[in-house]
């Protein structure tokens, strides 16, 4: 999960750990593997909250990785910068929780990290010049903002166990190869929220960012076409290419150079629904196992943006 999901919880919360009764309910019917994985001992239940006592007996945290998808090559990017968000979470006042103020901070931890040594950048490079050698720009650009399917979701194995098969699963697609959050598509979409707000200056800024994204689906699709690794997330750049004309479409209408008309609002509606509902598939543990995921196992990770944009629009902003 990205890191604002976890910066949301305060780990001495008592509350906040678990499955409610209806989330496991939902999952339990889904599937009798699901079922059987799905116990007691996960669901939610009240309990007393800490006391002062108690909370200063807690003296540190721990931030566990799942290794089942992780590489030595995909180790840095699944580590860092979240666990750097987990960190200020845990030591931190349980009221300093802002999303937005952490997600500033962590793009400049994220650059220290790179300085100090992190090679999360360099080897998404080094796999999109595997994926497509010679060529491997457009399938970076589409790296920078996108983000792999949750909760285990992209394990195929899991699938084929549910089907009484079993599989070994190469970790070498593009969701292998995806940050496991774009801070790219965060500084996006804290741009257009700003922009709505008042901020005019960054609509230049944010046209160049669409621009780029929407043409970059021609780049990729010329890659992609023929090649087995790439061919499936040639839905995905499409999507993102529609979602950016989208965007692009709602500043020219804010800018008061094309009006809005019915037929507009449907279409950004619909596309933007689609990729919400591509986003939210794996958002809950478990049920993400068989749950239908989007294409190539990738997340558009300027949905929220473009949404901002669109929502002020519709608002008359």
Known sequence: MPADFHYQIDPLATADAGFTLQQAEHIRRLHPL???LLTDAKIAKPLPALTTGQEKLVLGAEAP????????EMLDDRLWPRAAALAERF???????DPLDMYRRLAVVQDQLTVSGLMADANRRRMASRLAPGDSEPVYELLQIVTP??????DHRIRAAARGQQIRQPLNALADAAPVESLVAQRFAADAQRFVSGDENLAASLRARLTRWRDNDERFAAVARGNAMLEPALPTAASIASLAQIGLDALDIIAGKRDRDASWTQTAETALMQAEAHDAASRLPLASFLGSQPPADLIIAITPGVRVLVGAVASGS
């Not at 990785?65 to 030595?72: A, F, I, P, R």
């Not at 030591?91 to 929780?97: F, Y």
Request: hydrophobic share 55%; proline share 0%.
């Open 91 to 97: 030591w931190s006042a349980a009221n300093v929780r």
């Open 149 to 154: 399917v949750r909760n285990m979701a992209h």
């Open 34 to 36: 699901l079922a059987q």
């Open 65 to 72: 990785l799942w290794g089942e998808l992780v590489t030595d």
